[in-house]
């Protein structure tokens, strides 16, 4: 339970700078976090060596969500040695997603999506975390997600599965599961695997 002045203390570190390091050290997350309410805004970094799953890249977001931490519109810039690539994703009043990556142009609901999901990063899994308060949260909960893969901007629709487990939440995606913790305000402390934050 969360008293007042432990609450005065959490709105009082925001805007934050959050950042994540992968386990084998070959990525690097930095974003700065606004918080009204439920409201997010985030502007974030990635950056990526070579390795067996991706090509060297590096990549940008920029990330507004409306008051109930449902995501309105995500921008993302990813490059790579071939070239740079751009993709803007947002969602309408009839809670269609309109996406524009690469000259393809997509409308569609994703199955209902409220949440956006970048591979490879820990912060975006904050969101339906957020929402749905799974950090005090028993039950599994389905969550669809329109998925952008990283580092060729790929977007998809997909699924991601929370669970409550006994040292975390469970996880299960479709590149990963694993049981991660999160601070107070449901940002990511280790996603093991994937990283954790320093």
Known sequence: ?????????????????????????TRMESVRVTLNGNR???AGRMIGGACADHPAFSASYDLVTDENGV?????????????ERHASIARDEENYWLVDAG????????????????????????????????QHAVDEIQVP?????????????????????????????????????????GFLLDYPGLAERI
Do not use: C
Request: glycine share 6%.
């Open 40 to 42: 997010i805004r985030a």
């Open 71 to 83: 995501t309105k519109r995500l921008s993302v810039r990813a490059t790579t040695s071939a070239g």
């Open 145 to 185: 997600v329109v998925y952008v893969r990283l580092p060729d901007l790929l977007v998809q629709e997909a699924s991601l599965t929370y669970s409550a487990a006994s040292d975390g939440i469970s996880v299960l995606s479709p590149v990963s599961s694993a049981t991660v913790t999160v601070d107070a305000d």
């Open 1 to 25: 339970m969360t008293n007042a002045a432990s609450g005065s203390e959490s709105a009082s570190r925001w805007p934050a700078i959050l950042t994540w390091r992968s386990h084998n050290a």
């Open 103 to 134: 000259g393809n142009h997509v409308r569609s609901t994703f199955a209902g999506a409220l949440d956006v999901d970048v591979v490879l990063s820990p912060f975006f899994n904050t969101l339906p975390i957020r929402r749905y308060g799974l």
